[in-house]
């Protein structure tokens, strides 16, 4: 059976750690839109697409050595690369040295001996922007959980800007699918952005 799941962060870490008990062809698709923490600073000084949610699903599809998942979440509490975790270095360096994010997570994925694949819903930049109802803007995914505006007065609608299209392999995976599960994840951080992707939804 081929399975896609389409989110990103911890619900698609947890969604995968249970599916790949089973004998299933999986494939997660993961949002592009995260700007947050160590994922926001690298997109902010390399240029990198942001390698954050598709680090989780690596590893939540990974068959290698715990040790090596371990090292894949560390997080470094100290000096220049405070704040990082080396996963998303690694990504991150991967995606430089391959000329694109999907061919270095496909070789992370070789690395980590995954069960699967993990394709970024697009390999264009994007960024979410949040309409509040009080008819404020603000940009970007981690505002959701660090405005405190979001809750006070609740969102009317997001958005991408600039427009991105699907990568060709996120859409093949849908339509080859005998099975899609969208989320769990957060409603408009994780599960929303990758419908706003162009093709997605009609996929």
């Known amino acids: 059976m081929k399975i896609v799941t389409i989110g ?3 619900g698609s870490f947890n969604l995968l750690s249970g599916l790949k008990k089973y004998p299933a062809d999986i ?11 160590s994922t926001g600073r690298l997109r902010d000084e390399l240029g990198v697409l942001p390698p954050g949610d598709v680090r989780q699903c690596l590893v939540a599809l990974s068959d290698s050595s715990d040790l090596l998942r371990e ?19 690694l990504l991150s360096a991967l995606e430089k040295i391959e000329g694109s994010f999907s061919k270095g997570a496909e070789e992370a994925a070789e690395i980590l001996r995954v069960r699967g694949a993990v394709v970024p819903v697009s390999e264009e930049k994007m960024n979410l922007f949040i309409k509040l109802k009080n ?8 505002q959701l959980d660090h405005n405190k505006n979001v809750r006070k007065y609740g969102i009317e609608k997001v958005y991408l800007k600039p427009n991105a299209k699907a990568y060709k392999k996120a859409i093949d995976s849908i339509m080859k699918a005998d099975m899609v599960v969208i989320g769990p994840g957060d409603h408009y951080g994780s599960i929303i952005p990758n419908l706003l992707v162009k093709g997605i939804p009609e996929a």
Not at 27 to 37: E, K, L, Q, R, Y
């Open 71 to 89: 090292l894949m979440n560390y997080r470094f509490e100290r000096g220049g690369l405070k704040g990082h975790n080396f996963g998303n270095l």
């Open 27 to 37: 494939t997660a698709i993961v949002t592009m839109a995260d700007d947050g923490g």
């Open 8 to 10: 990103g962060g911890t």
């Open 135 to 142: 008819k404020k803007l603000i940009r970007g995914e981690s």
